[in-house]
């Protein structure tokens, strides 16, 4: 694979005290001016980032194994993502591309129409983050349907707008006191084969059931599934379940959507985690890594389908921002000319080699995910989700200066969300640190 650039040291560094004097007084303005639900992982304040590193004003140096999110999967501050960025930016900064249009807009639109799942016609509507993308793609399918039902999985996480949380499993910490939610929404089994041990038919006949008794086809817009699981637990489903689901929806004049807002933009080896699958959705919600960084999320979908909202139904005052597309264009061009989805397999393979020596223990319930999108669950010597475990190694990691991620219902699931561009050897110590933690704490 090409080399890369960086214009940070890629390693990692930590001062004698965590956090230090600037980011401690950045905090403290933090609790005053900010409210008490916005509360920052990280203990350092963040003035600096390149490849696997972020380096914050007291000049501590941590792995990050976030990326945003999933967002900057390219590089926190990719050279090429950047010049793009810069020379957008002196033009113009926004215009309302509904109001007075540009290229950028255009161009973005149609590579999403190319390298989704899928040779048939499509088009591309670009607005600002992925619960909005969420909330548009279930608009426009009520629109083409003329059915309100809206099917989601157990599990799901879409978003934190109203539609979108009453769309999110998760009641703590996303839900809690913030109800009631928007009607018409239906939660169905998803397949998890740790813990369902269900084959992909099997599985996909449990969700099938529960749609066709509970909220019937006739009522139903859609089905929205992410492939792979996020905020969930990033469970992989079995195989062939996704294709069942599909099939099914195709066959009851249901829009079939796959919400690739974490999973998609390479993050799992290939522009989207449907492709592993073999599915083509009727629309597909893209977000975090297509712009790397700066705001933009898309719905791509069959184009009769994007057609059916009247002129002026769609649209904002943001979105596809002319600064954002640029970024967006020059990330799709970094994928591509220097291979990122062979750099997310790879991730995957040191992954799979550091790990190796935790895998057996009877207190890592699975390892799982594909590419950069990968997950240890953990459970207690009587095999119940351990919580507690992911807590420890999390925070212990954390005060060595490596940044993860956890994720599940049960609070018991480490997710491993690095930069594509992260060095291999920063990577594979961020991972024997993992390793050093869960012996130490088991």
């Known amino acids: 694979m090409q080399e890369l650039e960086y214009h940070i040291e890629q390693s990692r560094h930590l001062g004698q005290q965590v956090p230090g004097p600037k980011s401690s007084a950045l905090d403290e303005r933090r609790k005053n001016a900010l409210?008490?639900?916005?509360?920052?992982?990280?203990?350092?304040?963040?003035?600096?980032?390149?490849?696997?590193?972020?380096?914050?004003?007291?000049?501590?140096?941590?792995?990050?194994?976030?990326?945003?999110?999933?967002?900057?999967?390219?590089?926190?501050?990719?050279?090429?993502?950047?010049?793009?960025?810069?020379?957008?930016?002196?033009?113009?900064?926004?215009?309302?591309?509904?109001?007075s249009p540009y290229e950028s807009y255009v161009a973005v639109a149609e590579k999403l129409n190319e390298v989704t799942p899928g040779d048939h016609p499509k088009k591309t509507a670009l607005f600002n983050s992925g619960a909005e993308a969420v909330e548009n793609a279930v608009k426009i399918a009520r629109n083409y349907t003329g059915k309100r039902g809206v099917v989601v999985m157990d599990r799901a996480f879409h978003g934190r707008t109203n539609l979108t949380m009453g769309m999110t499993a998760k009641q703590s910490p996303y839900k809690n006191g913030f109800g009631p939610f928007a009607p018409e929404i239906y939660r169905a089994p998803m397949s998890y084969p740790l813990r369902d041990g269900l084959t992909g038919a099997e599985a996909a006949k449990k969700t099938i059931t529960m749609i066709e008794q509970e909220v019937g086809a006739a009522n139903l817009a859609c089905v929205v599934t992410e492939p792979i699981q996020g905020e969930g637990g990033f469970v992989v489903p079995a195989e062939?379940?996704?294709?069942?689901?599909?099939?099914?929806?195709?066959?009851?004049?249901?829009?079939?959507?796959?919400?690739?807002?974490?999973?998609?933009?390479?993050?799992?080896?290939?522009?989207?985690?449907?492709?592993?699958?073999?599915?083509?959705?009727?629309?597909?919600?893209i977000a975090k890594g297509i712009a790397s960084g700066m705001p933009l999320s898309a719905v791509t979908g069959r184009a009769e389908i994007m057609d059916a909202p009247q002129p002026g139904?769609?649209?904002?005052?943001?979105?596809?921002?002319?600064?954002?597309?640029?970024?967006?264009?020059?990330?799709?061009?970094?994928?591509?000319?220097?291979?990122?989805?062979?750099?997310?397999?790879?991730?995957?393979?040191?992954?799979?080699?550091?790990?190796?020596?935790?895998?057996?223990?009877?207190?890592?319930?699975?390892?799982?995910?594909?590419?950069?999108?990968?997950?240890?669950?953990?459970?207690?010597?009587?095999?119940?989700?351990?919580?507690?475990?992911?807590?420890?190694?999390?925070?212990?990691a954390k005060a060595e200066g490596v940044l993860i991620l956890t994720c599940g219902l049960d609070h018991n699931v480490i997710r491993f969300l690095p930069s594509l561009a992260i060095p291999e050897d920063l990577w594979r110590e961020a991972l024997q640190v993992v390793v050093k933690q869960f012996n130490e704490y088991k």
Not at 350 to 362: F, G, M, Q, T, Y
Request: proline residues 4%.
């Open 240 to 285: 062939g379940y996704l294709a069942a689901i599909q099939k099914w929806c195709n066959d009851n004049d249901v829009v079939f959507i796959v919400d690739e807002i974490q999973a998609g933009m390479m993050r799992t080896g290939t522009w989207f985690a449907s492709d592993h699958e073999g599915i083509v959705p009727d629309m597909v919600t």
């Open 35 to 99: 409210p008490a639900g916005m509360a920052p992982s990280l203990p350092g304040y963040v003035v600096d980032a390149d490849g696997g590193i972020l380096a914050d004003a007291d000049g501590n140096r941590f792995i990050d194994l976030a990326s945003g999110i999933a967002v900057t999967s390219a590089g926190a501050s990719n050279p090429a993502v950047v010049a793009a960025v810069q020379e957008a930016v002196a033009h113009f900064t926004h215009t309302s591309f509904t109001v």
């Open 313 to 396: 139904g769609l649209g904002g005052t943001y979105t596809g921002n002319p600064v954002a597309c640029a970024a967006a264009l020059a990330t799709f061009k970094e994928f591509e000319e220097k291979d990122f989805g062979a750099r997310a397999q790879n991730l995957e393979k040191v992954a799979r080699e550091e790990l190796e020596p935790i895998l057996s223990d009877d207190r890592v319930a699975e390892f799982r995910g594909r590419g950069a999108m990968l997950a240890l669950e953990f459970v207690t010597a009587d095999g119940e989700p351990d919580s507690e475990l992911v807590h420890k190694i999390a925070d212990a």
